[in-house]
């Protein structure tokens, strides 16, 4: 199995709006809803953004949303804001109780 | 306060073994299933392993597979990850992680809502 698969890196100004893509296959991201995505910032543990799709966990401001269409999963973080500046995966179910984490994607807010 | 201390890393020779521990604190313990995810350094993050609430189902990636045993103690609050035959590719920061539901079962989601600060381990000779 290989791992979900995200832009190395993309960058937005403060207050904009960008997007994260995480594609796989029809045997992972496709064929589940088990999506969820995580934000790193350097040196620490990560932290769950988002669930089931689209489900924000308590404490996540609702500038983070997601999504999903056929293969592909979205993140995307409007209003961006210098603290948002990390590493996001992706996550998700591939059967048999296994899990594929994307490659991950630095967010870089200029 | 949820919290998760992992504790046992160190440098270790291929084909060593170690085994690492995740002491938990904050929550009913025994009702949520454990997971072991780890980051090579400077790489992204790979799923390892996860265990059920009473410890009586485990699940591996296949990269570790029939090396590494995930189990519980939950009368001390304690996952652990015994990693044998370990590989140059092992060497990683690991994270021990609690799902996000209180199933007790696991139910493969990666719903992983508390980390602890995670814990090297260095495979080298």
């Known amino acids: 199995q290989s791992a979900l698969t995200q832009p190395r890196s993309v960058s937005g100004s403060r207050g904009q709006s960008v997007s994260i893509s995480c594609t796989g296959t029809s045997s992972d991201v496709g064929g589940y809803n088990y999506i969820s995505w995580y934000q790193q910032h350097p040196g620490k543990a990560p932290k769950l953004m988002i669930y089931?799709?689209?489900r924000r966990p308590s404490g996540v401001p609702d500038r983070f949303s997601a999504s999903k269409s056929g293969n592909t999963a979205s993140l995307t973080i409007s209003g961006l804001q210098a603290e948002d500046e990390a590493d996001y995966y992706c996550?998700?179910?591939?059967?048999?109780?296994?899990?594929?984490f994307g490659g991950g994607t630095r967010l870089t807010v200029v | 306060e949820v919290q998760l201390l992992e504790s046992g890393g160190g440098l270790v020779q291929p084909g060593g073994s170690l085994r690492l521990s995740c002491a938990a604190s904050g929550f009913p313990f025994s009702n949520y299933a454990m997971t072991w995810v780890r980051q090579a350094p400077g790489k992204g993050l790979e799923w390892v392993s996860a265990?059920?609430?009473?410890?009586?189902?485990?699940y591996y990636a296949d990269s570790v597979k029939g090396r590494f045993t995930i189990s519980r103690d939950n009368s001390k609050n304690t996952l652990y990850l015994q990693m044998n035959s370990l590989r140059a590719e092992d060497t990683a920061v690991y994270y021990c992680?609690?799902?996000?539901?209180?199933?007790?079962?696991?139910?493969?989601?990666?719903?992983?809502?508390?980390w602890g600060q995670g814990t090297l381990v260095t495979v080298s000779s």
């Open positions: 992680a609690k799902i996000l539901w209180e199933l007790g079962y696991y139910d493969g989601s990666g719903f992983f809502d508390y």
């Open positions: 265990i059920s609430g009473s410890g009586g189902n485990t």
């Open positions: 996550c998700s179910y591939a059967g048999s109780y296994t899990l594929l």
């Open positions: 089931n799709v689209n």
